[in-house]
């Protein structure tokens, strides 16, 4: 595939105590690669400069919360802390100081608007040496809806899943496999949740239903990249005729969807009030569409 590739360099401001030696600002360069599918991916280059303080910011961390024998917590050296540590958690910790900030430096200087969180690949990690990540992700795919509404109000009088049938079959949206694979991912973890409170294993299940992982896999990926491009085009015909949703609206549909008062109050958070419009909205645009028969 085709990729378009360009190169920035990224200001990070350390937080640096005043006694530091350590210059202010470090440069941190990222690079662009976009695929044509419109995955994404951005590889930053560290300083071992900045690895370094990080690190070292790291472990005062971890002092204050680890048990070294023979110190008070907090007062053992960090040498010592460090032994405790394993390296794993310790890069992991270390990772989440340095590259949130980066990132969003990134997606600002590329005018990236990701559909998804980036996942995120230690490339090189050597002592003394620049470390590299790679972040993937992916944008909303641009498509064209065409003149749907001629379309449909000719199909005479079809049921719903009729409709998102045509819709599928006229607009042609072309997703990114990164996306696919997110919502795969999202299903099977679901379904690995629902058989191990069962009390089954995914072998057994999966001998059950007399299918193989590769098998289930394939099908969820059918499954996901259907339903992925039916809640875009919806979104957008939704978008297209000025179909918002109200606060009202969200607080009866979080009210309907929990009777308990304390699930409700579980379930009214930010990010769940903007999946339920998102879900009203698209369900008010797929309305629209069955007045037009």
């Known amino acids: 595939m085709a990729k378009q590739a360009e190169v920035r360099q990224n200001l990070i401001p350390l937080n640096l105590k005043p006694s530091t030696k350590v ?35 790291t472990l005062v ?29 310790l890069t992991e910790r270390l990772l989440a100081k340095i590259l949130p900030k980066a990132l969003a430096e990134a997606l600002t200087e590329y005018k990236i608007r990701p ?9 090189k990690a050597k002592e003394n040496e620049d470390w590299e990540v790679k972040a993937l992700t992916c944008e909303i795919p641009n498509f064209e809806l065409g003149d749907y509404q001629k379309a449909i109000s000719g199909l005479g009088k079809p049921k719903e899943q009729e409709i998102i049938k045509f819709l599928l079959e006229t607009i042609h949206v ?8 997110e919502e795969v991912n999202t299903r099977l973890s679901n379904l690995l949740e629902r058989i191990e409170k069962l009390g089954l294993s995914l072998e057994s299940y999966l001998a059950s239903i007399g299918k193989t992982p590769e098998i289930l896999r ?18 957008k015909i939704a978008q297209r005729q000025g179909i918002k949703t109200t606060e009202k609206q969200i607080d009866e549909a979080l009210k309907t969807a929990a009777a308990d008062p304390k699930l409700f109050e579980k379930l009214n958070t930010p990010e769940q009030r ?13 309305d629209s569409l069955i007045s037009l028969l």
């Open 23 to 57: 210059e202010a600002k470090v440069k941190i360069t990222s690079t662009l690669a976009k695929e044509d599918d419109g995955s994404i991916q951005i590889t930053f280059n560290f300083p071992f400069s900045l690895i370094k303080k990080a690190k070292e910011e």
């Open 61 to 89: 961390e971890f002092a204050k919360e680890t048990e070294v024998a023979g110190f008070r917590r907090g007062k053992a050296p960090i040498s010592k802390v460090e032994e405790k540590i394993p390296q794993e958690k």
């Open 115 to 123: 559909a998804i969180y980036p996942k995120f690949e230690l490339i």
């Open 174 to 181: 072309h997703l990114p496999k990164i996306l696919i694979n």
């Open 218 to 235: 394939k099908e969820y990926a059918v499954q996901a990249e259907s339903a992925i491009a039916t809640e875009l085009i919806l979104e």
């Open 274 to 286: 903007r999946n339920i419009a998102a879900l009203l909205r698209r369900r008010a645009a797929l």
